[in-house]
């Protein structure tokens, strides 16, 4: 059938674009949960302890 | 005529969908998980957190001379619009964060005959909240400002181990199929506690108990929230753009 045939081609090249999202993901999160700059650490303050990120 | 400068070989047509389907449903799923939750805590956690901090700023002493009122007056909602817009933000480019991870091992799993979509985005969403919020949460419990705590990078550092061990555990749970990785998936959700993690030396915190008590049980309910509808979100949008770009192929 020819999803399975789309499915099967996208499998092999489905790993690097997981990766690229995973590692901007994590980025993102220690950018917004754990940078401890000052300026970003102020405007960031309430979400931290909200999330539960350790904050200062 | 344009100058080809392209040293690499350009990407596939098919990993390029794959990312823009990726960053597409996580940016969605994020955006409005995000929104969501931010409101949440603004009506749920930042109420306990404005008064935890009239504690820490000493304007209320708690076992002082006098007996002081469990209701104090609180400044009201955006009494302070900069800092909830900042809140707003910052909840949803974290959870645009969350997201971008979850829908990669989505496709992931997709690829190994998993179904994904709002309904098993569920499972993923509470697998999500177990590895970022309550696994790290259980020993470092969400604080309120003021509390005692130990060095925060050493804190960073634990909590960061202790989600990367959830977050295997998880996916161990979910997909493994067999005894050895439902062992291996409990010793990694109990070793970082049964290790511990960084402790203060005394405790010093000003902030009555209950309030801290009350802020972790808030944090911890609507993080569980956020996370369900993250998942939920994330598996709905990922779906529907895989479903697009099957119909374009």
Redesign the interface.
Known sequence: MTTKTLKASAVGSSILPAIFAVVLGLGIITVTGHVQASGLHDAAHDVRHATGFPCH | MRPTMCATRPA?P??KT??SR??TS?LFAGAAAGLIT?LL?LVF??PV?LHAELYEGGDLVHFGAEAVSAHPDLPGMFAEPM?DI??II??M??Y??????M???M??AQ??GHEINARTGLLWGLAGFVAF?FA??LS?A????GVA?AD?GA??IW??ATVAAAGIAMWLIAFGGNIVSYVVAAMLLMAPHLIGAPEPATFSGPVPTEIGAL?AAR??G??MAAWALLGSFAGYFWQSESARA?AT?
């Not at chain 2, 645009?96 to 991870?101: D, R």
């Not at chain 2, 969400?142 to 400002?145: A, L, N, Y």
């Open positions: 596939s098919a990993t794959m990312i990726i960053l996580a931010a805590q956690v930042q957190l800092r900042l809140s910052f909840t480019l974290t645009t964060g969350y997201a971008l991870v829908v990669a091992l496709s992931v690829g190994q919020h790290p949460g470092l969400p604080e309120v400002p705590a925060v804190r960073q909590w960061t802020f944090a911890f609507v993080g099957d192929a």
